[in-house]
C-alpha cells in the first residue's frame, strides 16, 4: 500500500493529434480521468481540476511515442485499472502505453528526466549523403548555432548536448540533453546540418523517448 | 490517403489546428459503404461557436442513431484556413472522414443568425458546391437549411434546396426515410425534392410560396431524445460544458422576441429526466460544468426542486451548475444563491427598457420595484457584480425613455454602495445596450427600425451620464450591424443578389465585431441601385403581405397584429401559463394548451 501514490503514465500523441496543443491535451486528459472514474487527486476551490502534470510538452506537430504524465492519486490503486479506464476513455492517436504507480516525491516527478531521443524522417535525400553529413558534422571540434530565446539571443556550442546521432535508412536518429543548462532542440541539430546539405525536408519528427538519469 | 496528406499539409500553418482533426470523443465514425444516406451537417461559423450549439448536438445524435443514415460535421474554417485551403486547391471536407462535403447526400447548415448569410455562401463555396440551387447538377448535394431564420429564409431561399420550419428532432428523421425510398424508387433530383416537400414542415422555395408551410414541434419533451453524449472538443469552445434543456418554449410574451413566439407551446421535462441526462452527460463528457437550458429557467414548475436534485448529484462530483438567464426578481435570486454557494459570479437581469410605459409597450412585465427587490437581493446575498440588459431603439421609445434607462442603472448603484456600505469597493455594474432589431413573427414586425444615426445618439446619451461612474461598465452593440441585421431578417427573396454580392466581395464572419464589413455592405447596395439606408429605415404597412407569410410557427398575425396595438396602448398582456388564454393561435395546435385551460 503506497502512502500518497501517483500514476506513471506513458502515452502516445501520433496521428493527426500531434497537433493538439499542450492545454488540450491537458484538457482532454482531465476529462478521460473523470469520465473513468479514476481516484485522483483534484484541486480545491470553485472550479477542481484533476492534479495531472506532463513532461516538456511537445511542439505543436511534433509526434511523440513515449511521453509522460503524472496523476496525483487520492489513493493506491493498480496500474492496470489505470490503464484500461484511460484507455476506454481516450483516443488511439493519444492512447496509454503504459501505467506504473509509484510514491509521490516532493520534487516535480519529472525533475530526472535528463535526455530525449527524436527520430526525423528527411524527405527526398539519399541515404548515403545524409549518412556523410552526419559523420563530417560529428568530426567538427565546435557546433556553434544561434539560439533566440524570449530573454535573449546568444551563441552555443551543441556538441556536449548532442549524445548520439546517426543515420538510419534516411532518417536521423537523435538523442538530446534536455536539462536546462544541457538542451539541445532537434531543429538546432537539423539546422546544423543544413549548412551541409541545404534546407532538410523533415517528412516527420518523432520523441521517441524522455530519458531519467539513472536509465542511461 | 492522398487527400489526407494535403489536408496534413496545411495544419502546421495554421492557428489552433485542433479546430479541424476530428477525433473528438463521441464523435461518430460510420463506414460511409454501410449506409444509404450521408449527412454533412454544418455551421456557417467557427467550430468555437458551432460545437457550442445544442441543436446541432442533437441532431447528430439522432442522425446518427438511424441505422441507415451517417451524420458528419463541418464548420467554416477561420480565415488563415481559408487562404491555406485555397492555396492548396483544397475543398472543405467532414471532420469524422475527410469527406469533401459536395460529396454528401444532405449538406444542413443552421441558420441561427442572419449575419451568417455571407459564410453560409462561403462555406458552400470552400466546398466546391453550387451556390444557387437552381444551378446545382443531379449529383451535388442538397443544402437544407433550419434553426430560426428559417422562419424567414427569403433573402438566402436562392442558395437552398429545402428548409425545415421549426424543431428538427422528428422532421429529420421523416427526410432520411423519404430520401432513401425516393432513390431506391429511382428518383432524380427534382423527383426526390418533391416527395420531401411531401413531408410537412418542409419548405422547397423552388415550388413556389402559395401553401402555407406550418412548422413542426416536438407535442412531448420528455419523450424527445437529448444529447446525452455530445461530442466533447479538444480545444476551448465558447459554452465549454454539458447542456441540459429543461423546458422549450416561453410565453411571457415580449414583443420583441422571435424565440418566445417561434417556440411556443411551453414544455417541460421532469425532474427525475433533467437528472438522469446531466448524470448521462457528466459520465460521457468528464465536463466539470453542467448548464441548464431554457429561455426562461425561474418559470420551470420545480426549479428549486430542480436546481437541489442536480446539486445533490453533481456537487459530489466536483462538477457546478450554471443558471443561464434569469427573470427580474427576487425568486430569481434565491434560485441563483442555491446555484452558486461559492463564487458569486455576476448576476444578470434584463429589464429591457428604462421607463414603466416602455417596459409595458413591450410586455416585459417588469416594475421598477422588481427590479430594485431582485438588486437588494443580490447585493444583500453578497453578489457585488450586476450585469444589467438593455435595448435602444424600440417603437415609441422617446428621449425620456432612453434617459430613464440611466437613471434606472444609477438607482442600482446608489443602492448597492447603500446595501453594501463598505464593501461596495467591488461594486460593479455591467450595462449592455443593444439595438432592437425587428424579426419576423412578433408583434414588432412590422416595427420602423431606428437609424445608425438616431442608434448611436442614443447610445451616445447613455454613455455620457453613466460614464461619470467608475463602478458603471456601459456596452453597446455596433449600430451598423443592427441595421444590416434588421434588413436581412425581414428581407424578401429579391435580397439573395445582394448577400450573394457581399459575399464575393469579401463579407464573411458577418457577426464578429472585427470582421463586419460595413462599408461592403453599402458598396453592393450602391452598385445594385439599392439605397441600402433608405430601406433600413422604410415602414412597413400591416396591410401590406410580409415575405414570410406563407410560413407559420403556429401564432396568428391576427395575434401578433392584436399585440402590435396592445404595445401602442402600453398595455400588458398577462402569460398564459398563470393567466387566460390569450388566443396567440397555438391552442388549435397543441394539446396542452388545451389541457392547461381545462384545469385551470
Same mark, same amino acid.
Given at each position: 500500500m503506497i502512502e500518497r501514490a501517483y500514476a506513471r503514465v506513458v502515452f502516445r500523441k501520433t496521428g &493527426? &493529434?500531434?497537433? &493538439?496543443g499542450h492545454l488540450d491535451v491537458l484538457r482532454t486528459f482531465d476529462r478521460a480521468v473523470r469520465r473513468a472514474k479514476l481516484p485522483v487527486e483534484y484541486s480545491q476551490g470553485f472550479s477542481p481540476h484533476a492534479h495531472l502534470s506532463f513532461a516538456m510538452p511537445l511542439p505543436l506537430g511534433v509526434s511523440g511515442e513515449r511521453e509522460l504524465c503524472a496523476i496525483d492519486l487520492a489513493t493506491d490503486w493498480q496500474p492496470i485499472a489505470i490503464m484500461k479506464g484511460l484507455a476506454r476513455q481516450l483516443p488511439y492517436d493519444l492512447g496509454i502505453v503504459e501505467a506504473q504507480v509509484l510514491p509521490r516525491v516532493k520534487r516535480s516527478p519529472f525533475a530526472d528526466l535528463v535526455a530525449a531521443d527524436y527520430r526525423a524522417e528527411i524527405a527526398d535525400l539519399e541515404p548515403q549523403q545524409l549518412q556523410d553529413a552526419v559523420a563530417a558534422l560529428l568530426g567538427r571540434d565546435e557546433l556553434i548555432i544561434h539560439r533566440t530565446t524570449k530573454s535573449r539571443e546568444l551563441d552555443l556550442d551543441l556538441r556536449g548536448r548532442i549524445k548520439e546521432l546517426r543515420a538510419e535508412d534516411g532518417a536521423l536518429f537523435m538523442r538530446l540533453g534536455l536539462t536546462d543548462d544541457d538542451l539541445a532542440k532537434p531543429e538546432e541539430v537539423l539546422r546544423l546540418l543544413a549548412q551541409d546539405l541545404g534546407p532538410l525536408p523533415v517528412r516527420s519528427m518523432t520523441r521517441t523517448a524522455l530519458w531519467d538519469q539513472g536509465e542511461l | 490517403m492522398g487527400c489526407n496528406s494535403s489536408f496534413e499539409q496545411f495544419l502546421p500553418q495554421v492557428q489552433t489546428p485542433a479546430r479541424y482533426l476530428g477525433l473528438e470523443h463521441n464523435s461518430v465514425q460510420k463506414d460511409p459503404q454501410t449506409v444509404s444516406v450521408r449527412f454533412a451537417l454544418c455551421y456557417p461559423d467557427m467550430y468555437e461557436i458551432g460545437m457550442s450549439h445544442m441543436g446541432s448536438q442533437i441532431l447528430y445524435a439522432i442522425i446518427n442513431a438511424h441505422p441507415q443514415a451517417a451524420c458528419e460535421r463541418a464548420y467554416h474554417p477561420a480565415l488563415d484556413a481559408v487562404t491555406a485551403m485555397r492555396e492548396r486547391d483544397l475543398p472543405l471536407t467532414s471532420l469524422e472522414s475527410k469527406t469533401p462535403l459536395s460529396e454528401f447526400d444532405f449538406v444542413g447548415l443552421t441558420l441561427q443568425h442572419e449575419l451568417n448569410y455571407t459564410s453560409v455562401l462561403s462555406l458552400l463555396d470552400l466546398a466546391k458546391i453550387t451556390l444557387r440551387a437552381d444551378q446545382r447538377g443531379p449529383h451535388e448535394p442538397l443544402v437544407i437549411g433550419g434553426g430560426p431564420c428559417a422562419y424567414n429564409p427569403e433573402p438566402v431561399a436562392a442558395f437552398f434546396d429545402l428548409f425545415v420550419i421549426g424543431e428538427g428532432e422528428e422532421v429529420v428523421l421523416e427526410l432520411l426515410d423519404a430520401f432513401i425510398a425516393a432513390k431506391a424508387a429511382g428518383g432524380d433530383r427534382a423527383q426526390v425534392l418533391a416527395k420531401l416537400a411531401e413531408i410537412e414542415g418542409v419548405y422547397v422555395p423552388s415550388l413556389g410560396t402559395e401553401r402555407v408551410i406550418q412548422k413542426r414541434f416536438v407535442q412531448d419533451l420528455e419523450t424527445t431524445p437529448a444529447a446525452t453524449a455530445p461530442v466533447v472538443p479538444f480545444c476551448q469552445i465558447v459554452h465549454d460544458r454539458g447542456q441540459v434543456e429543461i423546458n422549450r418554449g416561453c410565453t411571457r410574451g415580449c414583443r420583441f422576441c422571435q424565440a418566445g413566439m417561434v417556440y411556443r407551446p411551453v414544455r417541460e421535462r421532469s425532474v427525475e429526466t433533467l437528472t438522469q441526462q446531466a448524470v448521462q452527460i457528466v459520465d460521457s463528457t468528464g465536463y466539470d460544468e453542467i448548464s441548464l437550458v431554457s429561455l426562461n429557467c425561474p418559470d420551470y414548475s420545480n426549479i428549486i426542486t430542480l436546481v437541489d436534485r442536480l446539486n445533490e448529484q453533481l456537487a459530489p462530483r466536483r462538477v457546478s451548475l450554471g443558471l443561464p438567464s434569469l427573470r427580474t426578481d427576487s425568486f430569481s435570486v434565491e434560485l441563483a444563491e442555491r446555484v452558486q454557494r461559492v463564487k458569486k459570479t455576476g448576476l444578470t437581469f434584463a429589464p429591457e427598457a428604462g421607463s414603466q410605459a416602455l417596459r409595458d409597450a413591450i410586455n416585459k412585465g417588469v416594475s421598477e420595484d422588481d427590479l430594485m427587490n431582485a438588486a437588494r437581493a443580490a447585493f444583500e446575498n453578497g453578489w457585488q457584480r450586476l450585469k444589467l440588459y438593455f435595448m435602444i431603439g424600440l417603437p415609441g421609445e422617446t428621449e425620456a425613455d432612453v434617459r430613464a434607462i440611466a437613471e434606472l442603472v444609477e438607482g442600482v448603484l446608489r443602492l448597492g454602495r447603500e446595501v453594501l456600505g463598505k464593501a461596495s469597493g467591488r461594486l460593479t455594474i455591467n450595462v449592455s445596450i443593444a439595438s432592437f432589431i425587428p424579426k419576423p413573427h412578433t408583434p414588432f414586425q412590422w416595427a420602423q427600425q431606428n437609424t445608425i444615426e438616431e442608434l448611436r445618439e442614443k447610445q451616445e446619451l447613455v454613455r455620457g451620464v453613466l460614464g461619470r461612474h467608475r463602478q458603471i461598465k456601459v456596452s453597446t452593440h455596433s449600430a451598423e450591424q443592427a441595421v444590416i441585421e434588421g434588413l436581412l431578417a425581414r428581407g424578401g427573396r429579391e435580397w439573395a443578389d445582394l448577400v450573394e454580392a457581399a459575399y464575393r466581395a469579401g463579407a464573411v464572419f458577418e457577426s464578429w465585431n472585427d470582421n463586419f464589413s460595413f462599408p461592403v455592405w453599402l458598396q453592393v447596395a450602391q452598385d445594385s441601385g439599392l439605397d441600402l439606408l433608405a430601406e433600413a429605415r422604410r415602414e412597413w404597412p400591416t396591410e401590406a403581405p410580409l415575405p414570410w407569410d406563407h410560413l407559420s410557427c403556429g401564432v396568428a398575425k391576427s395575434f401578433l397584429l392584436r399585440e402590435l396595438q396592445q404595445a401602442e396602448a402600453q398595455s400588458c398582456t398577462p402569460d398564459c401559463r398563470w393567466d387566460a388564454c390569450s388566443g396567440c393561435g397555438m391552442r388549435g395546435l397543441a394539446p396542452q394548451c388545451a389541457q392547461r385551460e381545462a384545469s385551470s
Open positions: &493527426l &493529434l500531434r497537433f &493538439l | -
